[in-house]
């Protein structure tokens, strides 16, 4: 499978694309609270838990879920007013608090949703991805990219979050993703995404072309040190092309839409639609070098069948049914190297990379494994696989997500003892 690409010489011009051709994903897409539709023989096996236990996980997960996010939301608030104070200090505390929500999945998974994690990649990242000593995997992807993938269901971003934990440098408070505008009206989550700077899509062309050009300014904002050396702030902008998680509706979408371009349609993935990321690549060129591609697959998914219709989130918190194992294959792509002249141009980039990439499901599909690292990669002894799971580095650093209010609670009590004993001495 040729994964190289042609030299070409191109530029970027800025133009303005249709806002309601720029898809937004649905990430709740498929999040029912109802158990699977493939009942009789789940990927996962057979319910691990009964139903006592099930309602207890569920109790426990909403408490810990509730509790947490409260936390990192309070966090947020107390921390906005710094951006009438120092808008570069105001992005370090929000991206500190995207930490923790970080932390919060993370954990969460390893509690509720434990799974295992195997990687391989091609040649353009065999130095990028390694095993520790502790047995997990760490990444060495760049502070600044561009990273895109299929999207197979509402929980691909969680795992793809926590990549960036497992990065060095961590990057998990640098995650940025595009939305639908509706899922910013859910409490909390959605106004602690608004303060994430995460970018909402209305599909109303007037509205969503500027808002997309402000929300790409900020990120592509060059700053300047104390020694006076230029920078950009770090940024991960996680787009999935597709739109929307694959689903026989989807599925059905897509063949027309590759009818009606007189294109080969794909079978294990959707069609990709371009608008989007020639939008970003265009308003944050000269600022990223890379584009980093996942292929993401679960184990256990029959031929023809979708990841919502085996995986819910009842199933994988709490029956004990989460994926056996999620795979994903790595490739990098060189900004400089993708025809951007033209739209046109590199549409036909991006579904030859889709085209690539249904190819591995297939294979995947067919073997229930990627394509094996290269044999001189960091994965040797590994047989061109690392494995590892969703979990954080150290036990209880989940902790940190209380770390601000635990210091504004001690804070708040000094003064209000030296308020009181003040308040003693003039009486």
Not at 142 to 170: C, F, K, S
Not at 193 to 210: H, T
Not at 371 to 389: C, I, N, R
């Amino acid at each position: 499978m040729a994964t190289t690409l042609r030299q070409r010489t191109s530029h970027h011009a800025t133009t303005h694309i249709p806002a309601a051709d720029i898809p937004a994903p649905d990430f709740l897409a498929g999040a029912s609270l109802k158990g699977p539709a493939v009942q009789d023989a789940h990927p996962s096996g057979k319910e691990k838990h009964g139903r006592l236990t099930q309602w207890l996980r569920g109790l426990g997960l909403t408490l810990y879920f509730t509790i947490c996010i409260s936390a990192v939301h309070l966090t947020q608030l107390i921390g906005a007013p710094l951006y009438w104070v120092n808008r570069d200090l105001y992005e370090a505390y929000m991206a500190m608090s995207k930490q923790s929500f970080g932390l919060l999945i993370t954990t969460m998974t390893h509690w509720w949703g434990p799974t295992t994690i195997r990687i391989s990649g091609d040649a353009s990242v065999a130095d990028q991805i390694r095993m520790t000593p502790d047995g997990l995997v760490e990444f060495a992807f760049p502070e600044r990219m561009i990273m895109i993938a299929n999207h197979q269901i509402y929980t691909d971003w969680l795992y793809l979050w926590w990549v960036g934990y497992a990065n060095a440098p961590r990057m998990h408070g640098y995650l940025y993703i595009i939305l639908k505008e509706s899922l910013k009206y859910i409490p909390i989550i959605g106004p602690g995404m608004m303060l994430y700077g995460f970018i909402f899509m209305s599909r109303k062309m007037a509205v969503d072309q500027p808002r997309m050009a402000h929300r790409l300014g900020k990120l592509k904002t060059q700053h300047v040190a104390s020694t006076g050396d230029k920078f950009y702030n770090p940024m991960w902008l996680l787009l999935f092309p597709e739109g929307t998680n694959a689903s026989q509706n989807g599925r059905d979408k897509s063949a027309k839409w590759a009818e009606k371009l007189g294109v080969k349609d794909t079978e294990h993935m959707l069609l990709p639609r371009s608008s989007g990321i020639y939008f970003c690549l265009a308003e944050l060129k000269g600022t990223v070098d890379y584009i980093y591609d996942c292929t993401v697959a679960y184990e256990g998914i029959p031929r023809g069948k979708f990841g919502e219709d085996c995986f819910s989130l009842s199933g994988t918190y709490f029956s004990g049914q989460p994926p056996k194992s999620v795979n994903f294959y790595w490739r990098r792509f060189r900004v400089a190297d993708i025809p951007l002249d033209t739209q046109e141009a590199f549409d036909v980039w991006l579904r030859e990379r889709w085209y690539e990439k249904d190819a591995l499901m297939e294979q995947y599909t067919s073997t229930g494994r990627f394509p094996a690292s290269p044999a001189d990669a960091v994965t040797k002894g590994h047989q061109g696989f690392l494995e590892t799971e969703v979990r954080t580095r150290h036990r209880f650093e989940v902790l940190q997500i209380f770390t601000v209010l635990a210091a504004v609670g001690l804070s708040l009590n000094v003064v209000y003892k030296m308020w009181t004993r003040l308040s003693g001495l003039l009486s």
